[in-house]
């Protein structure tokens, strides 16, 4: 058992939740908008999401892993070519973070379930970062793959869970602290890129 690789996972999926994206914003504006109870449904359902995206990838790559080396190899040059592509995306991104609340419609607490569910689950992007990214992590040479998979997968959410709730909860403070602070973008930013690289090559260094 890989601890300290579990470790780094935590760590790399803590800086990544953190780092402005659709879903932290969305659940930023939600929060705001609507107020901290709605926040929270709407982490439940984009979280509740992941668990399909885990199924996927754990079934699908743990099949490739265990019946080609080669394919294995080629899963891990896309996943470290695409973190480096993200971290490009992030890059050519403007750092300015905009909260705009003004167009968001109320919805009811399961609306706002729904719709994060369905936000995640019909997102091909998820996956495809799953797979990029958990991989790199699988952290025991004598536990089944597909169990490694799932592990990580209940990581990522328990993190993701706990750091967007606590984004729901202080919605208010959170958003007066960016307006105030104008260069938090820039600083998250270059953080969010730095872990794409670091995990990009994390992934494409670590053997089967």
């Not at 990838?57 to 294995?72: H, M, P, R, T, W």
Request: hydrophobic share 55%; proline share 2%.
């Amino acid at each position: 058992m890989n601890y300290d690789l579990l470790f780094s996972f935590v760590i790399a999926t803590s800086v990544l939740a953190i780092s402005p994206g659709p879903d932290n914003i969305y659940v930023l504006m939600q929060s705001i908008v609507n107020g901290k109870k709605f926040g929270l449904a709407t982490v439940a359902g984009l979280i509740s999401g992941c668990l399909i995206h885990t199924s996927l990838v754990a079934f699908g790559v743990s099949a490739i892993i265990k019946e080609n080396d080669s394919l294995f190899f080629i899963i891990k040059l896309f996943g470290a070519l695409y973190l480096l592509y993200l971290a490009y995306k992030v890059f050519r991104a403007k750092a300015e973070l905009s909260l705009t609340s003004g167009d968001i419609p109320k919805k009811s607490m399961t609306q706002l379930f729904k719709q994060g569910f369905i936000m995640n689950v019909l997102n091909p992007k998820v996956s495809i970062f799953f797979l990029a990214f958990f991989p790199g992590f699988l952290f025991n040479d004598s536990m089944s793959t597909v169990l490694q998979f799932y592990v990580l997968g209940l990581l990522f959410m328990s993190v993701s869970a706990f750091i967007f709730s606590t984004i729901a909860i202080l919605a208010g403070s959170i958003s007066e602290y960016i307006m105030q602070h104008k260069r938090t973008g820039l600083y998250l930013k270059w953080l969010q890129i730095i872990v794409f690289i670091g995990i990009a090559i994390l992934i494409f260094t670590s053997k089967k």
